[in-house]
């Protein structure tokens, strides 16, 4: 899996409440069946006309914006489906790093699979770092230290122990969970003996 | 969460599932039941093979196809990507030994609908699908969430996921629900009341007279929208309600097995001084027929009330939000809900495309035709559904009425198949989702129950079921 340390760059201010995973990615681009390739289609009801041409005063159509690593968006980001295609177009346009008030639970846990890194902070703060996003002030993001710098805004946030260490090392979590396969085949022996209707052949 | 004390239905189901920690900290939970579908599963099957790791436990899973599928000529799926997604989904699973419905299967349908309706779903399992819906199988008191395709691979290689404990949620609803209001009124009531980020973090557990009164389908409706809450699953204690539905189901526990099952869950409901971090009550006397007006499942409004004014939001924001909703849904502040005209009627989907909805459906819209500039379309969520309701007529009930009667599957209420609104298209529709451009591009959705969209296909208007006669 990706790994993230800290990055560095300008931030696109998506100033949208409950931003779902639709709108990120809209279902036709949901018919792949691979993980690469989704960036160009990333917001694309807001990118594109109905004829397909680039709307050009949305704000990821517009420079310095069109090379943004970070997105400051409003509360609830990622709500609705549990596609995995909404990270996987996000890290594709290039973005790594999202910031808001609050992330829908599937798709924060989606993010930390694709090396992207959600930073929850308050309402206050969401608005102080929309503002430095619109001026184009640089952002520096932190996450061993767990910090967002923005021209003189510098925010702590939290983030739990697992999740820091995963996307610094780009953990393989499949492979750590296999390591635990006698804990697992215990559970199910135990399981069969006391449960044997759940593991009837179906 | 400590072993000792009461515990909640959740708590219950979480300790029987808790493989152990890992070093990291994180909880390694058992999964009972995999569910999987094509569009979300590709991607882990590649991850597998990429790998060279093994299906854990092929048993454990389910796949059928149904978010692509097209509900008309479905021998032959035209769209080339879409055949080519079932097609994967058919050779992953031969590849693993996993069970699949396939397309002609009378077993086929949504994956939501078939779990239950084959007795796959039960109390007191935990079940997991790459699909936000997903929660739809908590009615049986179920520990049941959507995963990421990520986790999909993780469940697949490992038969467990990783997970932190949940917080645990109530809310309550008491009383006889008043005419015309049922299942879905309540949970659009409720997703109005806590919003789309209410339940974050937390699993609700719906309780009260007004809950356990509801039929198995109506406990589906439920849950199934409590991700529109933003709640990571909806729960609610089974009871003999839910034992009565299982009983004699394909899937369900073999006579040497049953009592067993029903003693253990027997034992799951919540106990009575168990502790939740969030507590709502309800009274079912202030719950009218709901619809949304704007494009998210928040926008909620009785069908006797008027869209909002932006002018009277409390903050700048909500304001703002608001106003772009009304310019989606090409609305004005203070227009009558019944005042507004629609093109489309969608019945169907994971939140109400089961029989008792389509018996409903047809028993207001009998002898009756629906309004001559709206198109209207059923579309039953399995293969069983449509043929029980055709085993009782309700087909025929329905396409004299003017309803087109489909074949299975997601369709409309995504939009992923030949089954999308045109742009300004305004929808009546049963699904679950108001987004923009949810169920295509520019067009324009309100949820509301399946009773509400029957009257309202009839008369051409959004409309009160309590004044339609």
New interface residues.
């Given amino acids: 899996m990706d790994k993230f340390n800290s990055l560095k760059g300008i931030a696109a201010p998506l100033?949208?409440?409950?931003i779902?995973t639709?709108?990120i990615i809209?279902?036709?681009f949901?018919?792949?069946?691979?993980?690469t390739g989704l960036g160009v289609s990333l917001f694309y009801?807001m990118r594109y006309d109905?004829d397909g041409n680039l709307i050009k005063d949305f704000i990821l159509n517009t420079s310095p914006f069109d090379q943004s690593k970070i997105l400051v968006a409003?509360?609830?980001f990622g709500?609705?489906?549990?596609?995995?295609h909404a990270?996987w177009s996000l890290k594709d346009f290039g973005i790594k790093c999202v910031i808001s008030t609050?992330f829908?639970?599937?798709f924060y846990?989606?993010c930390f699979?694709?090396g992207i890194l959600p930073i929850v902070v308050s309402p206050d703060q969401l608005d102080q770092l929309m503002m430095a996003a619109t001026n184009q002030i640089e952002f520096s993001i932190d996450l061993p230290e767990q910090t967002v710098k923005a021209g003189n805004h510098s925010i702590n946030f939290e983030i739990?122990?697992?999740r820091k260490?995963?996307l610094l090392q780009g953990l393989d979590?499949?492979g750590?969970?296999?390591g635990?396969?006698d804990?697992?085949s215990a559970?199910?022996e135990d399981?069969k003996n006391k449960?044997?209707?759940?593991f009837?052949?179906? | 969460m400590s072993n000792q004390g009461p515990k909640t239905l959740f708590d219950k189901i979480w300790s029987e599932h808790l493989v152990g920690q890992r070093e990291d900290g994180t909880s390694l939970l058992y999964i009972d039941r995999h569910l999987v579908h094509e569009v979300t599963s590709p991607q882990a099957f590649e991850g597998l093979k990429i790998s060279n790791r093994p299906v854990h436990r092929p048993e454990a899973t389910i796949a059928v196809a149904d978010h692509n599928v097209p509900t008309i000529n479905r021998q032959n799926i035209e769209d080339p990507q879409s055949k080519i997604q079932v097609e994967t989904l058919a050779k992953n699973t031969k590849e693993h030994g996993i069970q699949y419905f396939d397309l002609m299967d009378q077993r086929q349908g949504i994956v939501h609908i078939i779990g239950p309706e084959q007795g796959i779903t039960q109390p007191g399992m935990t079940i997991v699908c790459g699909d936000s819906h997903t929660s739809t199988h908590g009615a049986f008191g179920a520990l049941a969430f959507g995963i990421g395709t990520s986790e999909v691979e993780h469940v697949l290689a490992t038969q467990t996921i990783v997970q932190n404990p949940a917080k645990n949620m109530r809310i309550s609803v008491n009383g006889d629900l008043p005419f015309g209001v049922n299942s879905k009124d309540l949970i659009l009531y409720i997703i109005g009341k806590i919003g789309t980020a209410g339940g974050t973090g937390h699993v609700i557990e719906y309780a009260g007279s007004s809950i356990m009164g509801l039929s198995m389908e109506g406990r589906m409706t439920i849950c199934n929208m409590s991700i529109e809450a933003g709640a990571r699953a909806g729960l609610i204690s089974p009871d003999q309600t839910t034992f009565n539905y299982i009983q004699g189901r394909p899937y369900a526990p073999s006579a040497d097995h049953w009592d067993q099952a029903v003693e253990y869950w027997s034992s799951l409901p919540s106990d009575n001084d168990a502790n939740y971090d969030h507590e709502i009550v309800i009274d079912s006397s202030e719950i009218d027929p709901m619809v949304t007006w704007g494009t998210s499942p928040e926008d909620v409004v009785s069908v006797k009330g008027l869209v909002p004014n932006p002018s009277s939001a409390q903050t700048e924001n909500k304001k703002k939000s608001i106003e772009r909703s009304l310019e989606y849904m090409g609305l004005k502040p203070g227009t009558k809900i019944t005042d507004i005209k629609l093109d489309k009627i969608f019945i169907g989907s994971c939140t109400n495309g089961r029989i008792e909805d389509l018996r409903k459906v047809a028993s207001i819209v009998k002898d009756k035709k629906i309004a001559s500039h709206v198109q209207a379309m059923i579309v039953p969520g399995s293969g069983l559904v449509k043929k029980q309701a055709e085993e009782e007529g309700i087909d025929i009930i329905l396409k004299d009425a003017g309803f087109e009667w489909r074949e299975a599957g997601c369709s409309m209420c995504l939009g992923m198949n030949p089954d999308q609104l045109k742009p300004g298209e305004r929808c009546a529709s049963t699904s679950n989702r108001n987004f923009e451009g949810r169920q295509g591009r520019g067009g324009r959705t309100h949820l509301m129950s399946p009773e509400l969209a029957a009257a309202s296909a009839i008369t051409g208007n959004i409309s009160d079921i309590r004044d339609f006669t």
């Fill in positions: 100033p949208i409440v409950n779902d639709d709108m809209p279902k036709q949901l018919k792949t069946i691979k993980r009801e109905n409003g509360d609830n709500c609705g489906s549990s596609r995995e990270p609050s829908a639970d599937i846990n989606n699979q694709n739990e122990e697992f260490d995963r979590d499949i750590i969970t296999l635990y396969q804990k697992i559970y199910e399981k449960k044997p209707w759940l009837k052949d179906n």
